[in-house]
Structures are given as structure tokens and as C-alpha cells.
């Protein structure tokens, strides 16, 4: 009896979660929906089918649809805040209020039953309140059935119809979207034209439209011997007038999006046997800028996969669609007129989204610096390979970081999408900051931790929405430092980094280097001496409160010094050789630090930018 209770409780404890990761549940959603879509009207009828599962501990009394193209009308929240926000975004200024009945956007539910009973439902505003009529229990299965109807709005922001471009339709958030609910509850925010989180599930689609359209969308098309268009060998005709069926099918994924207009070319071209990108453009004048890009694409795939992880889907879609770009799930839509450097930028930029956001699902309204900044990391190295250059990828990111900061707008990255003061604040922390962040965390823990740590992070945690803490105990784990005081700083609030070499003085052979924090953020550094006789040495002082020490090759010589406590003002240390035998002193001559005031980080001061250092490994 006592060895069946040991081993009772041997088993118990191996079933344990092991760590927060392996006990994150997530919510499940099947969609199947049927669209039937009038081109003559720009309206479409859809029926939908979610059967959702309920994987949380909690009992769910309601539920919540976004019903994004609401927010394509006059004096919706979308549109009142582009009029008075400081600095409104160019595409959208006042263009919502000035919509007619027949060009603004719409989503109208017609039915809403939930296990065939039906349900009592408010629309407020871009999102849909829905009053149970049985309670979903935990691990339990329900299904929703909703009929709606629906508006394509000219195209202002991401989605609508008839952009600048003349793509006819660009269709994203363009149905009835069940709201994530996640282990901090439901997430059921109004779209002002900022982020999104979503359910993982499994999408099954059916569009009929006009035959003489192309469509391309998220997943894999189920019928292409019956459409053609590029999308199989067989050359189908189809006749005037006619409608056609495209059926997609989605797995994994949390969104749908889709783009349809009579003058799309669609190129395939293979990354490799597992995997190829579609490329979706108006065969006119641009089809030689597209056709030169395509096989860099291939290359920046190639690139993520190797760096960061491989991309689990068999299909890529890169479609013009206007506006920018703009990432979804095995899809993107992006603007098609511009030249080759801009058109391989914003194609690697919103590809590598896939890493970041529709594989991991970071909640990116809460962290868009997760997705936004660490996918502008990611692009910028992806660039400097693409098109070669000697210097610092992460120059720009930085240099934009500095000058939000001088400009006194910076807000923290704690600041939910929605509620930046600025538009300019937004997207300089998201974007820029976020970049600086991984980059500076290479600083930290060394560039080789963070590079394993990057494919370690995306490796245990895709398609499980990471949250920072996620992220944290991931570099943690693989530097076997401590990361709060990083996290907390850089992330939670605005202060600075500043450190300055203060006075350098030669005693008795020997040479005493006294350095001052200036800003507020402490952080570990690297004095890098050049000697006259042509070498180098680095004097890596640790910040305490890391518990330990980085693993870095960067120079070929390193000396460990003492660790500095984050309270002190200045730290003093030793050069055993003459001032007159040194040639320089410079504080992380690698610049991955984002030293507000770089300029008093050089010794002598240097009266232009700083050149890079004789031996010096470029990142």
C-alpha cells in the first residue's frame, strides 16, 4: 500500500505545472462563415457558425463582438478622436465625418442564437453586448449562430473600398469578431484605429462575389481548379456576370483578412519545399518593382527563420491593399507604388509581424512595443542584409528614441494603445522604443544570450499570447541574470539613461578613471580602452542588482571589475598604465546603450560622431 501511495504521489507531482507557461490556457474559437457579397452595392450578407470553447476556470455570463466597421460613421469614437487628437493621423484627419449613408461602414445583426436559443444582444458603438441565455461553464463547448449584414466603407483606415491605389477591396476586421477573454477577463475595447488580440481558432470561409475578381486572403484556398486565376495550372474561364465560391481554410490563426480587385497578377514563388509566398499586386507599371522584390522576400523569410524561428504555415500572402501596410495572419496588405528599397521595407516589416504577433498573439493594444518594436528590431537586421551597409542597423530606432525624449511627448510603454496623448508618442515608443529595448537588452545580457533567448521566447511561447513577465523569465532563464530593475525602468516608466566619463587622472604610473551616472536608469557599462600601442581592453562593470555577470565576445579583451551599486552617483576604477600610454576611453563604444547624452561618454571628448573603434566586431 505505501509503494502504490508513492508512486500516487510521485505522478501527482510530475502532472504539475511546471511553469506559468505550460499553465496558460487559451480560449478556442471555430468560425465557419458563408459571405454573399454585392460588388454593385459594396455590401455583403454573411451567416456565421463559432462553436467556442471555454478552456478558462471561469464561468462566462456574457459575451463580446467587435464589430470594427462601426467605427466608419460619423462621430463614432474612431472618428471624434482623429479630430482631436494633437496630431491626427494623415489618412484620416476629419474623412470619417465627412461620409455619406451610402460610404460609411456598417455591421447589423439580424439573428444571434446561442445553442439555438436566441439571445438578447446591444450594439454599442464597434462592439457588440450579448446577454447569455445559458452560462458557458469552464471546459465547456457552445455554439453561436449570427446572421448579419454589412458595409464596406470608402477606404480610409486598413479596410474599406476604392483607395488611392485603385485596389477595389480591401477587407480587414469586416466581421463579427467574438472579443478575447484571457486570464485578466474580457478584452472588449472600442476600435479607434489602434491594435488588436484575438482568439486562437480555426477559420473555414466561403466568399461569393463576381467571377471576375481575384481574391486573396489568410489561409489555403480549398476549390482552385474551379477558380484559376494563378491559383492552379488549369486555365478556367469564367463568364460575365457569373459568381464563384472562394473557399479559404485557416487553422491557428486568430484573424481573417481579405482582398479582392479584377486586376491582381498572382505570383507563387517557394521559400523552400515547405513553405511559399503568394504576391498580389495591379499588373501595370509596377509589376517590375514587384518581380525584382519577390526574391527578397524569399531571403527575409529565409533570414526569420534561421534567426528567430521557423514560420509554421505553408503559405505567405503579400497583397497590395493600400494605406501603409498592415499585418494579419498569413497575410499582410500593403501599399504598392513605391520604389524597390520601400517596397522590400514595408513587405520584411510587416512579414516579420508573423513572428511577432500572429504567431506569438502578444495582447499588442497592452504591448504593442512587443509586437511593433520588437518587429522594427528584426527588419532593421533583416535590411542591413538585404541591402548591405557598414552601419548600425538600430542607428534609427535610437536616434528616434532620443529625440521623442528631448521633445518631452514620451509616455511609458505601459500605456494602453489607445490612450496615448499623441499619436507621435504612440508610435515612437511602440516602434522605436520597443526596438531599443531588445537592443539594449543584447547590451545587457550579451549578444549571443539574447539571440538564443529570442528563439528560445518564440519557441515556448507561440500561439500562447506572451505577456513581458513571459518575455522576463525567458532572458532570465537564459542569461541567469536578474531582469526586474530593466523591465521595471526602461518599460514601466520615462526616465533616462545618462552616464558621462567625469575625470581621468594619472597617479603614479597608473591611471584613475572616475565615471558619473547622470540619468536615472542604472545600468551596466563598457569602458573600452584603445592603448597608443594599438590594443584594446574593455572594463565591464556590472550593476549589482543583476546578480551576475554577462557572457560576451565582443572585445578580445575583457576585465571584470566590482560590481556598482545603482545608489551611487560616481564609481572610480584603475588602469594600470600611464595616461600618456592611452589613446582613448569611450563608454559602450558599440552604442547599444541609449545614452540620452552620448556626447560626454568619450575620452578625450571628440568634438564630431564618435568613429567606430579599431577592432571593433560590427553588430
Known sequence: MKKLLSFFVVAALYSLPLSAQSDRW???????????????????????????????????????????????????QMDVRSRTIADPDARVKDRISKLSPSEIGYEKILSLKQNGKPLKYQV????????????????????????????????????????????????????PKMCEYDYEGWHSNPYIAREFHGIWGDFDVKITLDASYVVAATGYLQNPDKIGYGYSKKDVKHKAGEKLTWHFVAPEVHDFVWAADPD??????????????????????????????????????????????????????????????????????????????ALVSVTVHESIHSWFQMILGTNESKYGWMDEGFTTYAQNI???????????????????????????????????????????????????????????????????????GMKRYFNEWKFKHPNPTDLKRIMEKESGLELDWYWENFVGTTKTIGYGIKEVVSIGGKTDVVLA??????????????????????????????????????????????????????????????????????????????????DDNVYPSLPKELPRLKGEKVQ
Open 382 to 452: 533583416v535590411m542591413a542584409e538585404l541591402f548591405p551597409t557598414k552601419l548600425d542597423p538600430q542607428r534609427g530606432s535610437t536616434a528616434s528614441y532620443r529625440s521623442l525624449v528631448k521633445s518631452g511627448l514620451e509616455e511609458p510603454l505601459t500605456t494602453h494603445a489607445d490612450h496615448f496623448n499623441t499619436n507621435r508618442a504612440y508610435s515612437v515608443a511602440s516602434y522605436s522604443k520597443g526596438a531599443v529595448f531588445l537592443n539594449q537588452l543584447g547590451y545587457i545580457i550579451g549578444k549571443e544570450k539574447l539571440e538564443t
Open 124 to 175: 454599442v458603438g464597434t462592439i457588440l453586448e450579448v446577454t447569455l441565455a445559458d452560462k458557458i461553464l469552464p471546459k465547456t463547448q457552445h455554439t453561436f449562430d449570427l446572421q448579419f449584414e454589412a458595409q464596406v466603407p470608402l477606404q480610409i483606415r486598413r479596410t474599406g473600398r476604392n483607395n488611392s491605389e485603385g485596389i477595389d477591396y480591401s477587407m480587414a476586421q469586416w466581421y
Open 517 to 598: 551616472r547622470e540619468g536615472q536608469i542604472p545600468m551596466p557599462l563598457d569602458v573600452v580602452v584603445s592603448y597608443k600601442d594599438g590594443s584594446q581592453e574593455n572594463f565591464y562593470i556590472p550593476l549589482e542588482i543583476m546578480r551576475g555577470e554577462k557572457s560576451e565576445s565582443l572585445y578580445s579583451k575583457t576585465t571584470l571589475l566590482a560590481d556598482w551599486g545603482w545608489t551611487y552617483p560616481e564609481y572610480t576604477f584603475t588602469i594600470d598604465k600611464n595616461l600618456a600610454d592611452i589613446e582613448r576611453i569611450v563608454i559602450d563604444p558599440s552604442q547599444r546603450m541609449a545614452d540620452i547624452n552620448p
Open 26 to 76: 487559451q480560449q478556442r474559437a471555430k468560425y465557419e462563415m458563408n459571405i454573399d457579397f454585392d460588388a454593385q452595392k459594396h455590401q455583403y450578407k454573411g451567416t456565421q457558425k463559432l462553436v467556442y470553447t471555454n478552456n478558462s476556470p471561469d464561468t462566462l455570463i456574457k459575451v463580446f463582438y467587435h464589430l470594427y466597421l462601426n467605427a466608419f460613421q460619423p462621430g463614432s
Open 264 to 341: 491582381y497578377k498572382h505570383d507563387v514563388v517557394k521559400v523552400d519545399d515547405k513553405l511559399a509566398l503568394h504576391f498580389f499586386y495591379q499588373g501595370d507599371s509596377l509589376s517590375r518593382v514587384w518581380k525584382e522584390m519577390q526574391p527578397m522576400a524569399v531571403q527575409a523569410f529565409k533570414i526569420m527563420n534561421e534567426k528567430f524561428g521557423r514560420y509554421p504555415y505553408k503559405q505567405y500572402s503579400i497583397i497590395q491593399g493600400g494605406d501603409g501596410g498592415m499585418e494579419y495572419p498569413m497575410a499582410t496588405l500593403i501599399t504598392g507604388r513605391l520604389t524597390l528599397p
